[in-house]
């Protein structure tokens, strides 16, 4: 990233990155051994990948859909991450293999896309608004670009060069040129990809062509023939006004949180401090208004979308997977373009909450929707009434519409890059785990071993060791979650360490083995809601650290609902070894009614003083929730 | 009502029965005045007046639509109750010219349907599943016994009986005859009031099959063809087991609830206790585990249907005005079989809440679904999208689907059937109010004179007018919301009045001009939902007598879901007289959040201790709620 912001960031690229054990290298590792294989089989069972062949005919099974291509090149995309860091002759065959389909399904003219070239070539372009073309482009540009850093491989980049030379061609507001933008953003980001890599203005200015066409007059998405599907507000597609002036979080959340990062890409690299403003208020809208105490967004299933502002509903929680990495596509943008840990904040919160919850403990099935409570009920009865829940709360292999899980796979195979970055002579730790990374300084180069059980444990040792002694800054971030924290330098307390917008700033001149400390307390805390957020009030939900704990009926009976925590008893967590490959736990105590005051009555007289009786309670991370069987769940339980 | 059961009782007939003024004779007439035009007038404005002249042609406006009929007769059905009571030649005469329509339209061999007789003639009987032939045929039946008992008019009583001789023809279980039954019950209840009005079995054989048909093997409703809409499960019709097998009501509530009000009458008829005992099943399993506090039930928009046990959802909730008018017909047959209070305090419950909650306080608009809970910006946001909820917090004058205005019209424009009942020695006083009604009890004549500014007092006053002095008993409800109550005969308070199954029953020799006052005590009561109801726990709903009591935003301030009851302070009543025509209101002492504690956060570390300000609170009965404006409301509040 060649951001024009005098303090912007870049991560090191992931080859430089590792994962040396522990909770983050098991997230990585399932991801390699299991998702990644078990989201191809999907592709093969449901002809996602014959759909490339174009040899699909009526009458034939496994009619090619309008997004398909997206979700196979997603895949390369994190095929691609895991082969630059875990080379694997079998995986770079099968990933070339699908490479070559693609470039051999190219037409003449560079165009790109299984479903138009076999089932309505002559439609190519003529529905923007709904069919997801330039979103398939997008999503192929950022797999050609993926592949060429992990492996060096053209066998992706070059069709894709050609097809975004095609669009460039097309798209603009030169004479005989057509003006139009797509209705589901990715093309912006990854127009942005592909000029990093090549260096090609033509290409950056093709990405400023859709970001500054959205939401202008006459309307990009209004040039629509043939539409498939409902039409929405154009605040939908973020296309009511333009990109500048842009302020709220409206829309598919999505296309949003793309759109945003596109837009934050672009600021970056012309230093537009206008489209960086709008990224801000948008920012702010969803992390001050419009967002999940899990880093979920989009609260409605109704379009996937953001409604209105602290609109949280827990029980109908959309809160799709792929919106919460889109929210970190966009924190980590904001982030590289002006560190502050508030953006890491979120990029973690969305990443350890609900991504992770998005994919089972096994790596092998997927959340779309990601609810905030379960009441399993609401699936299972003889009343469940057909196309009630089109994402019940149970993890399945796939979907029809299987966006997430490929999101999933690309997200956790190039996990380095969220962790760390550096700038001409800062670095910086921005998740904390057993990692270690080598990065380019003004300086020098150094790398950093840091060893920590986070995000289960809040000791961080960091190593500092720099090919020859130097002096830079390094910026460990100080979680917002973190109310209490300290640090050693070489086993010495600092007794006033400096932060900067959220990070703990160490400036010296460095030596080989130098070792930062750092200790965040992580005692459960009782976190509370927005007043306005009407379903969570008198209610509090445990986090511990980053971490968002959850009750489930298998550890607390039914009636979760029931439960009032008793906050004047401590919060205690443990260590259950027995749980999963072990994680913390969080107890408690709390009241419940007694059955035998109701004999059968639906409504009574209240008492004065309710009549509870004492329990405890036992809390889980969130990510982990639905791995033991089903059952009620919830994250915002009553107070007493 | 002819019924087997010794304890039966029978209303006396709407000609025998008038209010003399109050919240009661208002309601009434705003319900003639203002309702029964306004539905008239949707009916001319949308078509469906016309669409009996079967004139309607491809290309023409307002195609007929397949329960049109229902429509048109059940406003039928009302304009005829009011006639009986209050005669109006110009009523009249559009009610006769309407029943000549259908007299006309009728077909050679005695089919009515101005749908089929239209649209489709070739396809009559086909869909008994989907379309609501016989449900129509119902209402029809209904509203041709209305109108025969109110003005001796055979109009459309003489079409009527030969429409259900082709139905007792067409239907049945002899050689020859089709086996099905209707997917929209309606048509058993209605036909017993054939049944009742002319006295030939065969119209209470006809009644019997429908009710015994369904769900037997193979089933009525699956000899379907050319369905038009989706299908359900056969619980959704009612029809997965026979009726004297069904336990838990399930599905469809308005089809429900009508199914068992026919149900009740066969068993009324026939002195079926095994059916009755099916009734006593599907009752329990309604009024203890799937009612609102408001009679409202049906909590799901998805089919307008009952879900499962405990699952009443309150900003989401459907709880349709028809469903909860369906459930005091299924309330009202079971007192009458067996003179219980609960029974009537289900009807009391539900005819005060969500029915009158159901037209607006001027009587010309109409709500489908009955929220418990609103917030505005659901439905008035950018973020409103396409389809997301059909029925709006806000009263309209008609809807496309439009079966609760003229259901509300012919509810209010009866009302004085569910008040009172008779059987040979004694007499009933279910509802109180302002009323005067005579009976014919085995004794004697006698009539009763009640005066009372019931529901807003609990004061009544009933005065015994016997032709001659006769023994008899005097049965007074005493309502299962009415925790104290004494009564007082002739001025004299009596020390310990009998009741038995919760009427206060005074067996004596009475003569013209015996007083007896009860006074049933009305402070307002916070009332707790089960524990099982995860939408109520920690909350409290306030109600006042028979009447739910609601906060409005204009009273309170938006946030509602922010204010905790102080149930410690008292909750005072005081009856405002400015607010609609008098109304009484409760009051009382909350505590609420400190906005300056949030300072933009929307999620914080939650204190020991809440920290929340004093506020008072200002609540009105729940049934004249969103008179005043568009606003926040809710029942169901956070107690501290």
Redesign the interface.
Known sequence: MSSKAASASHPSPLKKFSFAGGFWKRAEDVNRTETIPAVLDFWKETGRIEAIKLAWKPGMPNRPHIFWDSDVVKWIEGAAYSLGRTPDKKLEAEVESICKLYAESQSPDGYINSYYNTIEPEKRFTNLRDNHELYCAGHLFEAAAALYEATGSRTLLDPALKFAALLSKTFGRKPGQRHGCCGHEEIELATVKLYRITGEKWLLDLAAYFVDERGREPNCLEAVEGSHT?A??L??YQA?KPAREQSEA??HAVRACYFYAGMADIAAETGDKELLEACKRVWDSI???R?Y?TGGIGS?S??E?????Y?LPNE?AYAETCASIALMLFAQRMLLISPESKYADVMERALLNTVMAGVSFDGRAFFYANHLAN?P??YS????????NPFPPERLKGFGCSCCPPNVARLFASLGLYFQSASGSAVYSHIYGDWDCEFALVGGSVSLSQRSAYPYDGHVATVVKPAKPFSFDLMLRVPGWA?KWSVKLNGRRLAKPETVNGYLKISRLWKAGDKVELDLDMQP???????????N??R??IMRGPLVFCIEEGDNG?????I?ID??KPLKARFDKALFDGVPVVEGSAF??K?ED?N???????D???KLKRVKFKAIPYNRWANRGAGEMQIWT??A
């Open positions: 409902k929405w507000p605040a939908y009511d409206n829309g992390v001050l208004r967002m105490i409605t109704h379009g979308a953001f409604t209105f502002d609109d109908d009441k009920e609401r009865n003889i009343n469940v009434l057909p196309g009630r109310s805390v009782a976190v509370e809601g927005h007043p306005s957020v009407r379903f009030t008198g509090v939900a039914k009636d979760l609902n029931d009032r906050l004047s419940r009614s059955p109701w059968k009555a639906l409504y009574k007289a209240a004065a003083k309710p009553l107070r």
